[in-house]
């Protein structure tokens, strides 16, 4: 009895000492900065907005704004794997089909801020019949636009002859290389000062050429508190810009350099939060990005630019978006 009793005495402290060791919760490892590649388009200045103004880190959020000055490079390091994701034309990216990608965001439809510049001499799309058009190669949606106009006016690719040429390079090359080119402003207002003219534009073409945010899908099943985040911080730099346009143009000046009066939507439809709700609900015309995905699709396919069709099931992503007031 005495013993038992020592003994219970003698744990008493053993017992004490220990009542703080329950296992403590695992620490979360520190996650880096969200990689996000964009460019100079007027669709992605909220970018800049949420960067001068500290939005990203008002919602919670590390991002790394990386801007390019090409394009294209923004799609082969999305590919590489060297950015966690990146802005782009929703035709590019079905067209990479980088495995497990998954489009959250759609940030804007070009609505005649691109298109068909030509010399002075080619007066009407039918005229490029034997032409040369400038056009960027193998990725993006300049062929799609580019199709779509000489199939409308009665012509086929096999009738002209397409030349790589960047869009900002276009004028640069005409009329020594190219008769025509797709290219997209300032310089498609600084071809018609110069009396060329604009042929066809995305204008002609309302909804189908969606440009949106493309994460990795890592990104998505693994930090998808960072992605709310991140787009609840984009659509406050959306509507920044909507009710203190002065304001928001000099942050984007800020960021990018570009003078404040250069800054502008002219030619590009900015989406709000409740046209995204609306554009990932499938549907049957140019404001679903389903429908749009598909012809899309249906057109990379035919032309035999990929191996395999993207899943627009899987691919379009709208459940991380902030709910609707």
């Not at 390091?77 to 497990?100: R, S, T």
């Not at 250069?262 to 439809?269: K, N």
Request: proline fraction near 8%.
């Amino acid at each position: 009895m005495r013993t038992a009793l020592r003994n219970t005495i003698l744990a008493i402290p053993l017992l004490l000492l220990c009542w703080g060791c329950a296992p403590e919760e695992p620490v979360r490892p520190v996650q880096p900065p969200l990689r996000i590649g964009w460019y100079l388009w007027p669709g992605w200045y909220p970018m800049a907005i949420a960067q001068d103004r500290g939005l990203f880190a008002k919602h919670g959020v590390q991002v790394k704004p990386i801007l390019y000055s090409s394009y294209t490079s923004i799609f082969s390091d999305y590919a590489a794997g060297l950015l966690d994701g990146g802005f782009g034309g929703l035709y590019e990216l079905l067209k990479i089909n980088v495995p497990a990608m998954k489009v959250v965001l759609v940030t804007d439809t070009s609505d005649g801020a691109e298109g068909v510049v030509a010399l002075p001499s080619v007066r009407r799309p039918q005229d490029l019949a034997g032409k040369r058009i400038g056009i960027q190669g193998g990725l993006t949606g300049s062929e799609f636009m580019v199709t779509t106009m000489l199939r409308r006016y009665g012509l086929s690719r096999a009738d002209v002859t397409f030349v790589h040429v960047e869009p900002e390079s276009v004028l640069e090359q005409m009329p020594e290389k190219i008769h025509a080119g797709y290219t997209w402003d300032p310089f498609l207002t600084r071809a018609v000062a110069e009396g060329n003219h604009i042929l066809f534009t995305t204008a002609d073409t309302p909804g189908m050429i969606p440009d949106v945010l493309a994460l990795q899908g890592k990104v998505v099943s693994d930090r998808p508190d960072e992605v709310r985040a991140f787009l609840r911080a984009w659509f406050e730099a959306v509507e920044f810009w909507r009710e203190h346009p002065a304001d928001a143009a000099a942050s984007i000046a800020r960021v990018t350099g570009l003078p404040p009066g250069d800054v502008s939507l002219a030619g590009c439809r900015q989406y709000s939060l409740a046209d995204n709700h609306a554009a990932f609900t499938p549907g049957d015309d140019s404001t679903s990005l389903h429908h749009v995905g598909r012809q899309q699709v249906d057109f990379i396919m035919n032309m035999g630019d990929a191996a395999r069709t993207p899943d627009l099931g899987t691919a379009l992503d709208g459940s991380f978006l902030p709910p609707l007031p």
